[in-house]
C-alpha cells in the first residue's frame, strides 16, 4: 500500500497528500472501532437475525435511555436517511421553505430536494460555524414550514432562540447532530430538545455502525408511520406474525439498520465514557495551546452553558493552504471537511447575501482529532503550527 494518497480539493489546482496511519503520521480522522464490536458482531452473525432484528430494537432502547430522555428512537441505515424522514414526518411538502445552514454535510441539504422543497440557506455565526438565528429571523417568510440547525463541530446551536423562532413562526424545527451525540445544552442532552433529531453513525463518527444513523422525536404518535416508512410503508410486525391483511398507504423505503451494525453500536455504549472524555480531552488540549497564539482563531469553542461533543477541531487562518503544506511536511492531515452548500449547483446558485460565510470560507481549517491520539499528539500538532507557516 502507497503511503501517500495525493487527491485534488476542489477549490484548488495544486495537490495537499492525504496520510494513511503509520508511524509518525496523523491522520484527520480514524473510525474507532470498539474493543467489544467483533465479539458482538461474531456472535450476531451465528444467530437467526443478521438483517434487522432484535439488536436494533435493543440499539434503540439503551440510545434513547442514554441520551434521549427516553424521547421516541428510530434506528436507520444512514444519517441522510433520518434526515429524509425527519422530513416527511414533518409534514414537509412540495413548494414549501425551509431555513437551514449554508454550511454543512450536503446529506443535510439533499432530502429537501428528494420532496421538491425549497432551501434557503442562513449565514454562519462567525465565531461558531453554527446557524446565525439573527439571519434565519430576517430571511424566514409565511412559506417557511421547518427550521433545521446543525451542531458544527459537536457544539450546540443557540437553541433559546432557535426555539423561540420556531415558535414565533409555528414551524418544527429539526436538529443535525451528526456530530453531536453527547453533548448537552444547558443541561438538556442534544436529542432530547426539538421536535426531531438526527444522529449520524457513520464511519468516522463518534459512534459508528459501519454506516447509519438515528432519528429521534418528541411525538409518540408518530412511531408507528416512521416504522412503516422505514421499511416500505409496510406494517413488520404483522407481516412477520404472519397477518397480510394490512394495506400500504404511505411511499416506504428501505432505510433500516441491520442487527450486525446496531451490534457495533451497543458496543460502542459499552465504553462510551472513556471515548467521550477522551475526545473532550483532546479538544480540551488544542484550546489550552492555541488560545493565546495571535496567528489564528478557534472556531466552535467550548461554550460554559453546553457541553461540546468535540467532534471536530476548527480554525481559522491566514494563508490556510500554506498552513497546510507545513502540516502535511510534518505528516499531520488537515482539511476544509464540509463546504458552503450554495457552490454546488444542485441548489442552484452562490448566494450573494452572506457576508459572514464569505468572510470565513477562505479560511477554516479542521485538525485532527480521533480516539487514535492521545494528548502528546495535540502538542505536536501545535508545536508545528506554533512554528509558523
Not at 439533499?110 to 439571519?135: G, M, Q, R, S
Not at 421499511?231 to 413488520?236: A, S, T
Not at 454546488?344 to 470565513?360: C, E, H, K, T, V
Request: a negative charge.
Amino acid at each position: 500500500m502507497n503511503s501517500v494518497i495525493p487527491k485534488t480539493y476542489p477549490q484548488d489546482s495544486d495537490e495537499i497528500p492525504i496520510f494513511e496511519p503509520g508511524e509518525g503520521r496523523i491522520p484527520l480522522f480514524m473510525p474507532h472501532v470498539p474493543r467489544g464490536a467483533v465479539e458482538r458482531v461474531t456472535r450476531t452473525l451465528g444467530t437467526r437475525w443478521i438483517g434487522q432484528g432484535p439488536q436494533v430494537d435493543f440499539f434503540e432502547q439503551q440510545m434513547s435511555k442514554r441520551f434521549f430522555a427516553g424521547n421516541s428512537a428510530l434506528a436507520v441505515g444512514s444519517g441522510t436517511d433520518a434526515l429524509h424522514l425527519s422530513y416527511l414526518l414533518a409534514g414537509l411538502k412540495s413548494g414549501d421553505e425551509v431555513l437551514t445552514p449554508v454550511f454543512t454535510c450536503t446529506a443535510t441539504n439533499i432530502p429537501l430536494l428528494y420532496l421538491d422543497v425549497k432551501p434557503i440557506f442562513v449565514d454562519v455565526d462567525p465565531k461558531t460555524l453554527n446557524i446565525d438565528v439573527a439571519h434565519a429571523r430576517k430571511v424566514a417568510t409565511e412559506k417557511t414550514k421547518a427550521i433545521i440547525c446543525v451542531h458544527y463541530a459537536g457544539l450546540p446551536c443557540d437553541m433559546d432562540e432557535i426555539h423561540q423562532l420556531g415558535r414565533d413562526l409555528g414551524v418544527p424545527v429539526i436538529e443535525d447532530a451528526a456530530h453531536a451525540v453527547g453533548a448537552s445544552y444547558k443541561g438538556s442532552p442534544v436529542g432530547s430538545l426539538s421536535d426531531f433529531t438526527m444522529f449520524s453513525f457513520q464511519a468516522i463518527k463518534h459512534i459508528t455502525t459501519g454506516d447509519g444513523g438515528m432519528l429521534t422525536f418528541k411525538d409518540p404518535e408518530l412511531l408507528g408511520l416512521a416504522q412503516s416508512l422505514r421499511w416500505f410503508g409496510i406494517d413488520r410486525t404483522k407481516k412477520q406474525m404472519g397477518i397480510w391483511e394490512n394495506d400500504i398507504t404511505e411511499v416506504g423505503y428501505k432505510y433500516q439498520m441491520t442487527d450486525i451494525g446496531a451490534a457495533m453500536g451497543l458496543a460502542a455504549l459499552d465504553e462510551w465514557e472513556t471515548t467521550f472524555a477522551l475526545r473532550q480531552s483532546l479538544l480540551n488540549r488544542y484550546v489550552e495551546n492555541l488560545m493565546s497564539f495571535s496567528d489564528l482563531r478557534i472556531l466552535a469553542a467550548p461554550q460554559s452553558d453546553r457541553e461540546h461533543a468535540a467532534w471536530l477541531f476548527t480554525v481559522s487562518v491566514n494563508r490556510r493552504r500554506d498552513l497546510q503544506r507545513k502540516l502535511a511536511d510534518n505528516l499531520i492531515e488537515s482539511n476544509q471537511v464540509h463546504y458552503r452548500n450554495d457552490r454546488y449547483s444542485i441548489f442552484g446558485q452562490r448566494r450573494d447575501d452572506l457576508p459572514n460565510m464569505d468572510a470565513i470560507e477562505d479560511h477554516y481549517l479542521c485538525l485532527p482529532l480521533h480516539t487514535q491520539m492521545n494528548l502528546a499528539d495535540v502538542d505536536r500538532v501545535c508545536s508545528v503550527i506554533k512554528s509558523g507557516w
